[in-house]
């Protein structure tokens, strides 16, 4: 089982030193997530599920490549991901460059985690339609998979048509891995048929199984890899049963208070025999 860090569970000032203390200790990745921008309109704030706004408007902002691009100076080995970056809220242009810039500097780090998002007040904010988000993601996706792989591309579709261009350089992975974030059909659909794999919301085990189905069942015969954001481990047993449902990745939150974080971490990696491999 590989283990992740979620920077954005603890306050901003700490992500350096959880960072470099993840990477000593031999978590295998960090994730930040990520906003463009928060509305002072809470109207259209209202996370899914829920009867109070999901954001608060004073809350600081990051752009989630560019500070990964900084972690990476500071360590040499844990993977740097985003759970998750809004692709489509931009040109593909701009994520697909950010993400090779990261996966470059990081020498091949990087993992692109992406959403076709929640909050409609941002994609208002930047004059994008909210309720084609998914289909431009999907075409995004794509896109930027040309523009990581092929020499020149051109394209002409229904979101972007640009003429032939270069991009260099190109990742250094092979194949920079695109995850998936949500839980809507659309999201468990694309990321059995167009990602490398999903991103869950945070679960237990027993309320991560209907989502692990219907993906099993999009997904067919085709691998797709499953990070799951487990905050609740009973204990180092539960990782076989995470790993006995198909989960090959788990993101934890071992700490209560940000200050606690880096100790945290270092007591999980010891009673989960986290290592650096």
């Known amino acids: 089982m590989r283990f992740g860090v979620p920077l954005g569970l603890i ?5 350096k030193d959880v960072a470099v203390a993840a990477d000593e200790l031999g978590f295998e990745s960090v994730w930040l997530p990520e906003h463009l921008v928060f509305s002072t309109d809470l109207s259209t704030a ?8 999901g954001i608060t408007p004073s809350t600081p902002l990051f752009d989630a490549p560019a500070y990964l691009c900084w972690l990476a100076a500071l360590t040499s080995r ?3 991901g985003t759970a998750v970056h809004l692709f489509a809220l ?6 697909a460059r950010a993400f090779a810039t990261l996966d470059v500097v990081s020498s091949g780090r990087a993992i692109c985690g992406v959403g076709a998002g929640w909050y409609r007040g941002e994609w208002d904010a930047a004059g994008i339609p909210f309720a084609s ?3 431009r993601l999907d075409e995004a996706i794509e896109v930027a998979r040309r523009l990581w792989s092929s020499p020149v591309v051109e ?10 261009v270069a991009f260099e350089p190109k990742p250094v992975q092979h194949r920079l891995p695109i995850l998936c974030g949500g839980e809507s059909p659309a999201a468990l659909r694309r990321a059995a048929s167009l990602c490398d794999g999903w991103i869950s919301m945070p679960h237990t085990l027993e309320s991560i199984r209907p989502q692990l189905g219907r993906l099993a069942a999009l997904r067919g015969e085709r691998r797709c890899s499953v990070t799951a954001h487990a905050y609740s481990l009973a204990s180092p047993d539960e990782v076989a049963d995470w790993a006995g449902l198909g989960v090959d990745r788990l993101i934890v939150r071992p700490w209560k ?4 974080a880096v100790s945290c971490l270092a007591t999980f990696a010891a009673d989960y025999g986290v290592t650096s491999r």
Do not use: K, M, N, Q
Not at 11 to 15: D, S, V
Not at 46 to 53: M, V
Not at 90 to 95: A, G, K, M, Q
Not at 155 to 164: A, K, L, Q
């Open 11 to 15: 306050h901003p000032a700490a992500w």
């Open 46 to 53: 209202r996370y899914p599920g829920t009867s109070e706004p």
């Open 78 to 80: 844990i993977r740097l």
């Open 90 to 95: 931009r040109h593909p242009f701009v994520s």
């Open 133 to 135: 988000r998914g289909a």
């Open 155 to 164: 394209h002409s579709g229904r979101f972007y048509s640009f003429p032939e």
């Open 257 to 260: 208070r940000s200050r606690d």
